[in-house]
């Protein structure tokens, strides 16, 4: 890139693909703009044209005609010149593409269609964003992208009513959602497929129980440093905005999805009607299964005639298409009578695919012919599965289904083009990138990269930005349809958004590291760019569970950090967190913040003051230990390192609680759900101190050994997790020529 287009000034995300300089530069004066845009524009584009000028300050905007001087002018019929048609229609996907040039006499974007015009703007908006004094520098860019679908999977409810009542962008209102689609539009992305899991957050007539109105909970008043009674409802029950947000993205090129389960956190259904879900057999039962709430027996006729009215609800909406997620139970299939006698001579598995199949048989014959419609199925173990097993199920697919799930790095990334080679590319629209979503089930503890891990964690912890980039890679490498994101989390995981934006766009641009310094210096800035890819490198990941020997492991986290060489480990880590939050004091202390780079700062914040306390409960608990084991027996010196062990601990759950709204433990639906575990952790240290110092560290004997409703099915990665992480992402290693891999 020229100099004119200094990286660290103009970091464009996603960066463009050609972009050539010159000494031309053009001053935008924002109290008045001159547009032009030709009758396709026009008729296409100008509302939207119009609204983000106004958002970019532009207080006067003046239509010219085509013989009149213009700041700005689109282009998108027959006065595109037929050079730069030609350009863009080399381009992937020429209806995406756009030519943006920028000289002394102002700015042109040249576009075969509307969205490729839009794409420009987007860019020339950036541009100017980044500029300081109004001056853009000459240049002249052509672009487009590298996957026809760039999907991110916000969440609009995760779990709502179930093990969760709602957190982070849960609790945006319509005005924060449009601004988010805002973000998705001037980085490219092109599709959102929004997480609906739980009681559902819109009106639903026929079945109001269903909704996310009226959830009684509990969530910590810093007032009175208690808890408190709260009622919460839904903010789109409170003032509907899902409709209009629907029409505002589609007006910028972004397609709306539905992603909810198949047959699982299906609205408030199995839990209004317990008796509706997935019965156990006692032998199951005494063998420690369990039905977590999340599937209801298909063969019921309420069940039936409830999840086809739930997707009828849901398009009526103004969705332009649902993506279903099979149940994540891998471990047993409903065992009432009927279904035995139905589904009974099938492996659990092939019976819960079967039951999937049929249906999205139903759920077909109610949905519009033009509503999309995915699936994210067959995750089971074995991860690994042979050819005619999936030759198979794609038999009995029906074709007009797209995968939202395909492997991840498993087997090398065979598996991966094995899915590709028997269902084709066109048909795979995401594969396991769901770093983000990690992240949120650990409960919010900063997993972004595993640089900072231990040797022995990185054979369990798979889900982090490096696979999601290779992964993108990877659907971009095999001419997959798309990529999604699975962002679950978007407070201080802004990273995962902007993987999937620059890797959907422009594959090959950087690599890891160089892209995760533009990324830091496109969120922050020169300076604090800088200082946050530093702390990202730097922050540790240690969930509570970890400094605690007698909890169950959290399958995704099993190492304990007890005895010698954890100990060594937490005291490395403590000084890497405090360096980190040196770098995240630098950072909140700078002028001219903008609302994301303070809302990332200040999440990160929370996030590092966590692995703090954490990581001095484990360090006072090891010392505990290895004081009571081969110390003098000194009691007072023991007491002392109880406490303070049960402070540091008790400040990471004060964070907690003051910090993150539905952060207490309950009950709702017959399964207990602790969902930050350090409660657990306080218990289970007091038993260790009260068989030593007494019953000043008297626990609560009453209190179960949890590992979280999210982790209970996915406890089979304790197996494969070391297979999964041991794996190559062989489908993103480009040929000598830079091709495709065949």
Same mark, same amino acid.
């Given at each position: ?60 905007? %003046? ?24 350009? +863009? ?19 042109? +974007? ?19 964003? /980044? ?7 000459? %240049? ?37 959602? =449009? ?21 559902? *957050?819109? &009106? ?18 810093? &007032? ?18 899902? =409709? ?38 006692? &032998? ?19 069940? #039936? ?5 739930? !997707? ?12 279903? $997620? ?24 092939? /019976? ?27 995750? $089971? *173990?074995?991860?690994?599965?042979? @050819? ?132 830091? #210096? ?75 780079? @303070? ?10 003051? #966590? ?32 406490? #303070? ?45 009260? /068989? !030593? ?21 996915? &406890? ?15 489908? /993103? ?10």
């Amino acid at each position: 890139m020229p100099a004119a287009l200094e990286p660290f000034e103009y970091a464009m995300l996603p960066a463009p693909k050609q972009a050539t300089g010159s000494e031309d530069r053009f001053a935008f004066d924002k109290s008045r703009i001159t547009l032009y845009l030709d009758d396709d524009a026009a008729a296409d584009t100008k509302d939207v044209v119009l609204s983000e000028l106004d958002k970019a300050g532009f207080r006067h905007v %003046v239509l010219t005609g085509r013989d009149a001087d213009a700041d700005l002018t689109l282009l998108l019929g027959r006065e595109v010149p037929g050079d730069m048609r030609q350009l +863009i229609r080399e381009q992937p996907f020429p209806e995406q593409s756009y030519a943006l040039t920028i000289d002394a006499s102002g700015a042109v +974007i040249h576009a075969i269609h509307w969205r490729g015009a839009l794409y420009g703007l987007a860019t020339w908006m950036e541009l100017l964003q /980044a500029s300081t004094d109004g001056w853009l520098p000459g %240049v002249r860019i052509i672009d487009g992208p590298d996957s026809e679908k760039r999907i991110i999977s916000p969440t609009l409810a995760w779990y709502a009513g179930f093990a969760r009542a709602g957190f982070g962008t849960q609790l945006w209102e319509g005005d924060r959602w =449009e601004s988010f689609v805002d973000w998705c539009y001037r980085h490219k992305i092109n599709a959102l497929n929004i997480v609906m899991y739980g009681f559902w *957050p819109f &009106e639903f007539p026929e079945y109001p129980e269903t909704v996310l109105r009226d959830l009684n909970m509990k969530t910590w008043s810093r &007032e009175i440093n208690g808890w408190i009674d709260v009622s919460f409802t839904h903010p789109n029950l409170r003032r509907p905005f899902l =409709e209009g947000l629907i029409q505002y993205a589609n007006a910028r090129g972004i397609d709306v999805y539905a992603y909810i389960g198949l047959n699982s956190y299906s609205g408030g259904y199995p839990v209004v009607y317990p008796q509706s879900r997935g019965k156990l057999s006692q &032998e199951l039962m005494d063998k420690g299964h369990v039905n977590n709430y999340d599937s209801l027996c298909t063969s019921r006729e309420d069940v #039936r005639r409830y999840l086809t009215a739930s !997707v009828k609800q849901i398009e009526a909406i103004g969705f332009n298409g649902l993506v279903f $997620e099979e149940s994540e139970e891998v471990q047993w299939f409903c065992q009432c009578t009927e279904c035995q006698a139905r589904y009974g001579h099938l492996a659990p598995n092939d /019976a819960k695919h079967t039951v999937s199949l049929e249906l999205l048989q139903a759920y077909m014959e109610v949905l519009r012919p033009e509503t999309l419609i995915g699936l994210r199925w067959l995750r $089971e *173990p074995p991860v690994i599965k042979d @050819r005619e097993t999936l030759l198979d199920w794609k038999r009995r697919l029906p074709e007009r289904v797209k995968l939202f799930w395909a492997p991840g790095l498993e087997d090398d990334d065979g598996e991966f083009l094995k899915w590709v080679e028997v269902f084709g590319p066109q048909r795979i629209w995401s594969r396991n990138c769901e770093g983000s979503g990690f992240a949120a089930s650990l409960g919010r503890i900063p997993y972004i990269i595993p640089d900072t891990f231990p040797d022995q964690l990185k054979n369990y912890a798979f889900q982090h930005l490096w696979n999601d980039i290779s992964q993108f890679q990877g659907s971009v490498n095999t001419g997959c349809a798309g990529i999604n994101g699975y962002g679950f989390e978007w407070y201080g995981h802004e990273l995962f958004f902007m993987a999937a934006a620059q890797y959907g766009w422009n594959a090959w641009a950087f690599d890891h590291d160089g892209f995760l310094a533009h990324a830091a #210096r496109h969120l922050f800035g020169k300076t604090n760019g800088a200082r946050y890819e530093k702390l990202i490198r730097k922050l540790p990941c240690i969930h509570e569970t970890q400094i605690c020997p007698t909890l169950p492991s959290f399958p995704f986290m099993p190492d304990k950090y007890i005895g010698e060489e954890g100990w060594q480990y937490l005291d490395a880590c403590s000084a890497a967190v405090e360096e980190a939050l040196a770098y995240l004091g630098a950072i909140l202390g700078s002028d001219g913040l903008t609302q994301i780079q @303070r809302e990332c700062a200040e999440a990160t914040t929370v996030m590092a003051r #966590r692995m703090k306390e954490i990581i001095a409960a484990g360090i006072y608990f090891n010392r505990f230990l290895q004081e009571r084991d081969t110390g003098s027996g000194n009691l007072r010196l023991l007491d002392g390192l109880a406490s #303070r062990a049960l402070k540091h601990a008790e400040e990471d759950y004060r964070l907690i609680k003051e910090h993150y709204f539905d952060s207490k433990e309950h009950d709702w639906t017959g399964v207990a759900i602790g969902e930050y575990y350090i409660p657990q952790v306080i218990n289970e240290y007091k038993k260790v101190f009260a /068989a !030593v110092l007494g019953d000043a560290y008297k626990p609560d004997e009453s209190m179960p050994h949890m590992v979280g409703g999210e982790s209970l099915p996915w &406890e089979w990665l304790l197996e494969w997790g070391p297979k999964i992480a041991s794996a190559k992402p062989m489908a /993103a290693i480009r040929n000598r020529e830079g091709a495709s891999r065949p």
